[in-house]
């Protein structure tokens, strides 16, 4: 896991923490607030629901998985095909993807160019770009990887100026949930109701995946 000084691969034993009162109820995300706010930053609608915020995998499936990445965070990207092939495989898990752009400059010009591309659709595959690569991105990097992905390069720069203040909100919000979740690093996951701060192997995430199935039937 990347993040704020942390280091290592957590275990599934050691990662997974069943969410407990004022994070995580029974039924959904209660209301819990943000250490440096007021405001409601764990309601459902928020985080599992938060309608500009890209959604993979089955929208109407019976467990969601939400992750927080980082385009420059190596445990994000080997995670990333192995994730999406459980995601794939189960067929009945909804897969939220928050941008946390927390590894410097370069990481938030690549969530905002991420983000930007979603309003011409292509959110995918700039996504997929940035994370299919094994070396650190650079501001031409990524204007290369998107433009061979497909993007219109020219939309992109007027999107990235007309919805700024959009595209702040959102990494605003992911940044606000990830650190009242108590996150320190990427990638970091909610599966069902399961805090993840972590890395896990495909097996793993079957497993926990199958004991959130059991504990939203509790």
């Not at 309608?51 to 994000?76: H, K, L, M, R």
């Not at 605003?172 to 009242?180: H, I, T, V």
Request: charged share 25%.
């Amino acid at each position: 896991m990347t993040g704020f000084g942390d280091n290592g691969v957590a275990t599934r034993r050691a990662a997974l923490a069943l969410i407990g009162a004022g994070a995580l109820a029974v039924g959904g995300v209660a209301s819990a607030r943000a250490a440096t706010g007021d405001d409601e930053v764990l309601t459902e609608a928020k985080v599992l629901r938060d309608p500009d915020t890209p959604v993979a995998g089955n929208p109407g499936g019976n467990i969601t998985i939400v992750e927080w990445s980082d385009y420059n965070c190596p445990y994000c990207r080997k995670l990333e095909p192995e994730l999406r092939q459980v995601v794939q495989d189960d067929g009945k898990v909804r897969l939220v993807m928050k941008d946390w752009p927390i590894l410097g400059p370069v990481s938030v010009t690549a969530a905002r160019t991420a983000l930007a591309a979603k309003f011409q659709d292509k959110y995918p595959q700039a996504h997929d770009a940035m994370m299919g690569v094994s070396s650190r991105l650079t501001e031409p990097r990524i204007n290369e990887l998107l433009a061979a992905a497909g993007v219109d390069m020219d939309r992109l720069k007027r999107d990235l100026t007309g919805h700024a203040k959009d595209i702040d909100a959102i990494l605003k919000r992911n940044n606000e949930q990830a650190e009242a979740f108590g996150f320190r690093g990427t990638p970091a996951f909610i599966v069902g109701k399961y805090r993840v701060p972590g890395v896990l192997s495909m097996a793993e995430f079957e497993q926990v995946i199958a004991d959130a199935r059991k504990a939203k039937m509790n």
